[in-house]
């Protein structure tokens, strides 16, 4: 069962990790910014749109994990935090450290794939 102490952890894990996803979209965005102010270099500008599909995708799931990663916020702060929504078990901290988002024990989540 999750305590006081590991769910301070897991929100410091979260925090730096939605620190991170902000910065990198901040500076996603920026690149966007440049990217339309190219240059008359053919070569550098075939890079930027060879590349723009892959950091799309990318940041895309920078977004995705972003959102998920808030909600998590409201999850550890509701008397739900640390238990299965499909069985009500126990979800083992060790695995919400690796998967922070996750709402699922390990058990469910494999019947779910």
Same mark, same amino acid.
Request: aromatic share 4%; with cysteine; charged share 25%.
């Given at each position: 069962?999750?305590?006081?102490?590991?769910?301070?952890?897991?929100?410091? $894990?979260?925090?730096? @990790?939605?620190?991170?996803?902000?910065? #990198?979209?901040?500076?996603?965005?920026?690149? &966007?910014?440049?990217?339309?102010? $190219?240059?008359?270099? &053919?070569?550098?500008?075939?890079?930027?749109?060879? *590349?723009?599909?892959?950091?799309?995708?990318? /940041?895309?799931?920078?977004?995705?994990?972003?959102? #998920?990663?808030?909600?998590?916020?409201?999850?550890?702060?509701?008397?739900?935090?640390? /238990?299965?929504?499909?069985? *009500?078990?126990?979800?083992?901290?060790?695995?919400?450290?690796?998967?922070?988002?996750? @709402?699922?024990?390990?058990?469910?989540?494999?019947?779910?794939?």
């Amino acid at each position: 069962m999750m305590n006081t102490q590991d769910k301070n952890k897991l929100i410091k $894990q979260i925090e730096q @990790r939605v620190i991170f996803l902000k910065q #990198e979209l901040l500076a996603n965005d920026s690149l &966007s910014v440049k990217k339309q102010i $190219q240059s008359d270099d &053919s070569s550098a500008n075939l890079d930027l749109t060879i *590349g723009a599909p892959v950091d799309e995708t990318v /940041y895309a799931g920078h977004r995705k994990e972003l959102a #998920e990663l808030v909600k998590s916020f409201e999850w550890l702060n509701s008397e739900d935090a640390g /238990y299965c929504e499909l069985c *009500g078990n126990t979800i083992p901290v060790a695995r919400l450290e690796v998967v922070p988002h996750s @709402r699922s024990c390990i058990e469910c989540a494999a019947k779910q794939h």
